[in-house]
C-alpha cells in the first residue's frame, strides 16, 4: 500500500489521454434507439439496478453502443456502491493487481492507468495488490470520467410488467415513490442479488445482539475484550476474524466444518480467454460437471488474509468442527462442536449467501415464472449440488428463461447480470477478471433486442432518409440525346 500523496496532476492528465482514446475511437457511439412516451411519461430504455461494478460497467457498455437513454439505481449514497466502502473488510483485493476489470479493453481506464497517474511506475512496481478503499475510489472515477447516469439513494420496490412490453418500477427515492417505465431492466445486483446472505438455523430464534452475517454492518468497536467467534474458512470469515482481533477482541475461534483449510484455487488454474469465451458453449452436462468440481473444492482464503489472522495469539483455529448447537447461557452463548463446547460473547456467520427468490420482494410478480437449473436439468449422478440446482437458468444475453413457455413474456427483457449467472454464463458477472466480457455480452444482446423490436421505425426511417451524396453535378451523360449548344 502507498503512504504518498497523490498527484492531482497526473490524474488530470491521464483523463485528458481517456478521453482522446474515445475520440479515436468515436466512442460513445452516437444515440440511435428511438425514442418511446407512453402517457406523458418518458420510457428508459434500460434500467440497471445496482451500481456497483458489475452495474458500472453494464452501463459504460451501453453507452458505448449508443444506448444513452439508461439510468443505475442505487439505493447506496454515492461513494457505498457495492461491497467495497461497507462490508468487505479485507485490506487488498484478492484479485492480482494487474486485472483490468471494468477497463473495457482500453489502458487509460484500467485500475494500474488510474494508480500510476497518482503514484508512479515504482509504486506500481512495489505494490502488491490493490488496496480496498482505493478500488472503491477508481470506481467512483470511472463513474465520473465515463459520465454514468447514476441516481442514488434509489430504491426498487417492486418491478412489474405493463403494457407495451413494458415494465414499470416502483422506485422510493427521499421519501418519496413514484413509478418508472422501462424496456429492459438488468439485475446487477451482486452476490445476493437473487436471495440473500446465508446463515445457518441454529441460529433461529437467538436475538440479534449475540450474532451478525458477515455481510452486515458491525460494530467492531463494541467487540473490544469479548470473545468473538467466527463461522467458515473463506475470505470473508477470515477478513471478519482479523477486523475483530485488530478492534481488540481477547479471543477470536474459528470454527471450520473441514478438516482442512482449502488451499488451492482450481479456477484460477485454468484462466483464460478460453475459459472466458467458452464456457457459455460448454454442454449443460460438463457445465455442471465444471461448476460442481470448483465449489466442492472451494476456494482458499487469500493467504496474507490468514496470516493477518494468525497474527494474533488469541486466534484459534478450530479444524472439523462443525456448529452442533448455538444456545444462549445468560449474558453468552455457548457453541457446541463435536470437539467441546465454547463460551463466547459474539458470533459472525461467513457462511455466504444463497439464491432464494422469496427474500426479493421486487421480484415477486416474476418469481414464479423464473425457470432454474433443476426445473429442466436432472443432477448429474453423484454431483449433487443445491447451489447448481438453484442457479437461474439463463439465455444469451443473460435474460431470465420461463419455466412454462408463454407464461411470463417479459422475462426475456429482465437481465440476471449477478453472480448466480455463473453456471449459465462463467464468472463473468460477478468478479473483476472477466466482468467486461460479460458486459460486452450483456449490453450486445440488449442492443440487438433493441433494434429488432424497433425494426418498423428502423425501415421508416431508412426510407425516408433523403440527404443526396451525388447531386448529379458530377458527371455527363455520354448518350444524352441533347447535348449543350457549345458541343453541338
Same mark, same amino acid.
Given at each position: 500500500?502507498?503512504? @504518498?500523496?497523490?498527484?492531482?496532476? %497526473?490524474?488530470?492528465? /491521464?483523463?485528458?489521454?481517456?478521453?482522446?482514446?474515445?475520440?479515436?475511437?468515436?466512442?460513445?457511439?452516437?444515440?440511435?434507439?428511438?425514442?418511446?412516451?407512453?402517457? %406523458?411519461?418518458?420510457? !428508459?430504455?434500460?434500467?440497471?439496478?445496482?451500481?456497483?461494478?458489475?452495474?458500472?460497467?453494464?452501463?459504460?457498455?451501453?453507452?458505448?453502443?449508443?444506448?444513452?437513454?439508461?439510468?443505475?439505481?442505487?439505493?447506496?449514497?454515492?461513494?457505498?456502491?457495492?461491497?467495497?466502502?461497507?462490508?468487505?473488510?479485507?485490506?487488498?483485493?484478492? @484479485?492480482?493487481?494487474?486485472?483490468?476489470?471494468?477497463?473495457?479493453?482500453?489502458?487509460?481506464?484500467?485500475?494500474?492507468?488510474?494508480?500510476?497517474?497518482?503514484?508512479?511506475?515504482?509504486?506500481?512496481?512495489?505494490?502488491?495488490?490493490?488496496?480496498?478503499?482505493?478500488?472503491?475510489?477508481?470506481? !467512483?472515477?470511472?463513474?465520473?470520467?465515463?459520465? /454514468?447516469?447514476?441516481?442514488?439513494?434509489?430504491?426498487?420496490?417492486?418491478?412489474?410488467?405493463?403494457?407495451?412490453?413494458?415494465?414499470?418500477?416502483?422506485?422510493?427515492?427521499?421519501?418519496?415513490?413514484?413509478?418508472?417505465?422501462?424496456?429492459?431492466?438488468?439485475?446487477?445486483?451482486?452476490?445476493?442479488?437473487?436471495? @440473500?446472505?446465508?446463515?445457518?438455523?441454529?441460529?433461529?430464534?437467538?436475538?440479534?445482539?449475540?450474532?451478525?452475517?458477515?455481510?452486515?454492518?458491525?460494530?467492531?468497536?463494541?467487540?473490544?475484550?469479548?470473545?468473538?467467534?467466527?463461522?467458515?474458512?473463506?475470505?470473508?470469515?477470515?477478513?471478519?476474524?482479523?477486523?475483530?482481533?485488530?478492534?481488540?477482541?481477547?479471543?477470536?475461534?474459528?470454527?471450520?466444518?473441514?478438516?482442512?483449510?482449502?488451499?488451492?484455487?482450481?479456477?484460477?488454474?485454468?484462466?483464460?480467454?478460453?475459459? !472466458?469465451?467458452?464456457?457459455?458453449?460448454?454442454?449443460?452436462?460438463?457445465?455442471?460437471?465444471?461448476?460442481?468440481?470448483?465449489?466442492?473444492?472451494?476456494?482458499?482464503?487469500?493467504?496474507?488474509?490468514? /496470516?493477518?489472522?494468525?497474527?494474533?495469539?488469541?486466534?484459534?483455529?478450530?479444524?472439523?468442527?462443525?456448529?452442533?448447537?448455538?444456545?444462549?447461557?445468560?449474558?453468552?452463548?455457548?457453541?457446541?462442536?463435536?470437539?467441546?463446547?465454547?463460551?463466547?460473547?459474539?458470533?459472525?456467520?461467513?457462511?455466504?449467501?444463497?439464491?432464494?427468490?422469496?427474500?426479493?420482494?421486487?421480484?415477486?410478480?416474476?418469481?414464479?415464472?423464473?425457470?432454474?437449473?433443476?426445473?429442466?436439468?436432472? &443432477?448429474?449422478?453423484?454431483?449433487?449440488?443445491?447451489?447448481?440446482?438453484?442457479?437461474?437458468?439463463?439465455?444469451?444475453?443473460?435474460?431470465?428463461?420461463?419455466?412454462?413457455?408463454?407464461?411470463?413474456?417479459?422475462?426475456?427483457?429482465?437481465?440476471?447480470?449477478?453472480?448466480?449467472? &455463473?453456471?449459465?454464463?462463467?464468472?463473468?458477472?460477478?468478479?473483476?477478471?472477466?466482468? @467486461?466480457? %460479460?458486459?460486452?455480452?450483456?449490453?450486445?444482446?440488449?442492443?440487438?433486442?433493441?433494434?429488432?423490436?424497433?425494426?418498423?421505425?428502423?425501415?421508416?426511417?431508412?426510407?425516408?432518409?433523403?440527404?443526396?451524396?451525388?447531386?448529379?453535378?458530377?458527371?455527363?451523360?455520354?448518350?444524352?440525346?441533347?447535348?449543350?449548344?457549345?458541343?453541338?
Amino acid at each position: 500500500m502507498t503512504t @504518498s500523496t497523490p498527484n492531482a496532476t %497526473g490524474l488530470v492528465a /491521464l483523463e485528458e489521454r481517456l478521453k482522446q482514446d474515445l475520440a479515436w475511437l468515436e466512442l460513445p457511439a452516437k444515440s440511435w434507439v428511438p425514442r418511446r412516451v407512453v402517457d %406523458g411519461a418518458n420510457v !428508459v430504455d434500460v434500467v440497471i439496478v445496482g451500481a456497483g461494478m458489475a452495474g458500472l460497467v453494464a452501463s459504460a457498455m451501453l453507452k458505448r453502443l449508443g444506448v444513452d437513454n439508461h439510468l443505475l439505481l442505487d439505493r447506496a449514497r454515492a461513494g457505498e456502491e457495492g461491497p467495497w466502502a461497507t462490508f468487505a473488510r479485507m485490506r487488498t483485493l484478492r @484479485s492480482p493487481k494487474e486485472l483490468t476489470g471494468p477497463a473495457m479493453g482500453m489502458p487509460a481506464l484500467t485500475f494500474r492507468a488510474f494508480y500510476e497517474a497518482q503514484y508512479g511506475g515504482e509504486a506500481w512496481q512495489a505494490l502488491d495488490r490493490a488496496p480496498r478503499t482505493m478500488w472503491m475510489d477508481y470506481l !467512483v472515477w470511472y463513474r465520473k470520467v465515463l459520465n /454514468l447516469p447514476v441516481r442514488n439513494g434509489v430504491s426498487v420496490e417492486r418491478i412489474h410488467a405493463h403494457d407495451d412490453q413494458l415494465f414499470a418500477l416502483d422506485i422510493s427515492e427521499a421519501g418519496q415513490s413514484r413509478k418508472i417505465l422501462a424496456r429492459h431492466v438488468v439485475l446487477a445486483t451482486g452476490r445476493d442479488g437473487l436471495g @440473500s446472505a446465508y446463515v445457518p438455523p441454529l441460529a433461529d430464534g437467538i436475538d440479534r445482539r449475540f450474532w451478525a452475517h458477515s455481510s452486515d454492518p458491525i460494530d467492531f468497536e463494541s467487540l473490544r475484550g469479548k470473545r468473538v467467534a467466527v463461522v467458515g474458512a473463506g475470505a470473508s470469515a477470515m477478513d471478519n476474524a482479523a477486523v475483530a482481533l485488530e478492534a481488540g477482541a481477547a479471543r477470536t475461534d474459528l470454527f471450520i466444518r473441514r478438516a482442512d483449510i482449502p488451499r488451492i484455487n482450481k479456477f484460477t488454474g485454468i484462466g483464460s480467454q478460453g475459459v !472466458v469465451h467458452g464456457f457459455a458453449g460448454l454442454a449443460d452436462d460438463w457445465k455442471w460437471r465444471f461448476l460442481d468440481y470448483t465449489l466442492k473444492a472451494q476456494t482458499p482464503p487469500p493467504r496474507q488474509s490468514v /496470516l493477518r489472522v494468525s497474527a494474533h495469539p488469541h486466534a484459534h483455529f478450530h479444524l472439523a468442527s462443525p456448529i452442533e448447537d448455538l444456545t444462549v447461557a445468560g449474558d453468552h452463548l455457548v457453541v457446541t462442536t463435536p470437539k467441546g463446547r465454547y463460551a463466547t460473547d459474539f458470533v459472525i456467520f461467513g457462511t455466504g449467501f444463497i439464491v432464494d427468490l422469496a427474500q426479493r420482494k421486487e421480484l415477486a410478480e416474476f418469481a414464479p415464472h423464473i425457470r432454474f437449473w433443476r426445473d429442466r436439468f436432472p &443432477t448429474p449422478a453423484g454431483m449433487d449440488n443445491a447451489e447448481l440446482e438453484h442457479s437461474p437458468d439463463l439465455g444469451d444475453s443473460f435474460q431470465f428463461m420461463e419455466k412454462v413457455p408463454g407464461a411470463c413474456p417479459m422475462l426475456s427483457q429482465l437481465h440476471c447480470f449477478n453472480y448466480p449467472a &455463473t453456471l449459465s454464463h462463467g464468472k463473468l458477472s460477478g468478479d473483476i477478471p472477466a466482468i @467486461s466480457e %460479460g458486459a460486452d455480452r450483456l449490453a450486445r444482446g440488449i442492443v440487438r433486442r433493441l433494434f429488432v423490436e424497433d425494426r418498423e421505425i428502423h425501415f421508416a426511417n431508412l426510407k425516408a432518409f433523403a440527404t443526396p451524396e451525388i447531386v448529379g453535378d458530377e458527371w455527363r451523360d455520354a448518350d444524352a440525346t441533347h447535348q449543350p449548344a457549345e458541343e453541338a
